[in-house]
């Protein structure tokens, strides 16, 4: 069993591994999204993971041009390789993130202050081409009291399969000041203030969703 013990992005071992073991069909979005980028890459253009952690999924990504991650973990980031250029930087230091076709962006949002989330998006539409793509995952609260209990309950539920009750709790604690969730309508009117007017819901497993933005 994987430790959760002083959970930190920069120390955290098998970090993919455990992604999976805490994100229900983590594989499945995964999967979806390299089917989905085939639609947006092109020649002329970047795809930028924004959070790329270990650059997995944007290894995974069918395409032959340039790719960007963006992260400002050390321990995590590769080093760059073939088409991929790994760069160690905070979102919200760079007013653009290039000529892209597909933006990703998993689970990262949340880890930023709510204040600094509207102009990061701006910056991901403004960089985007137009026809171009902006995939966002996120954790999300439930509008209901009463849906809140039962997702984040069975979401404890699954993480027991891999992890212990107290390595639960403490993550839960350890995250309380890292990690602030929004709603599901709260991101989606962010989106729309960035310009944002085509999206759909793709991909939910519990309080868990990933929404397809099109430019």
């Not at 203030?193 to 999206?199: L, P, R």
Request: aromatic share 12%.
């Amino acid at each position: 069993m994987s430790s959760t013990n002083n959970f930190s992005f920069d120390t955290i071992q098998n970090f993919d591994e455990h992604i999976a073991q805490s994100i229900p069909n983590y594989d499945l979005l995964a999967t979806a999204i390299c089917d989905l980028s085939t639609f947006f890459v092109r020649e002329d253009t970047r795809v930028v993971d924004l959070g790329c952690s270990t650059g997995k999924l944007l290894e995974r990504i069918p395409f032959a041009g340039e790719k960007v991650g963006i992260d400002v973990s050390t321990n995590l980031l590769p080093e760059s390789h073939d088409n991929i250029l790994y760069v160690r930087k905070d979102i919200r230091s760079l007013n653009t993130f290039g000529n892209c076709g597909l933006v990703l962006s998993l689970f990262t949002l949340q880890f930023i202050p709510y204040e600094d989330r509207p102009a990061v998006l701006s910056t991901i539409y403004e960089s985007l081409v137009e026809g171009g793509a902006f995939i966002w995952a996120e954790k999300v609260q439930e509008e209901s009291g009463e849906l809140e209990s039962i997702m984040n309950n069975a979401h404890w539920d699954y993480k027991r399969r891999s992890f212990s009750a107290q390595q639960i709790l403490d993550k839960e604690r350890d995250l309380r000041s890292m990690m602030k969730v929004n709603s599901s309508m709260r991101n989606q009117v962010m989106a729309e203030n960035a310009g944002f007017t085509v999206g759909t819901l793709f991909w939910k497993f519990f309080n868990f969703e990933a929404w397809l933005y099109i430019k």
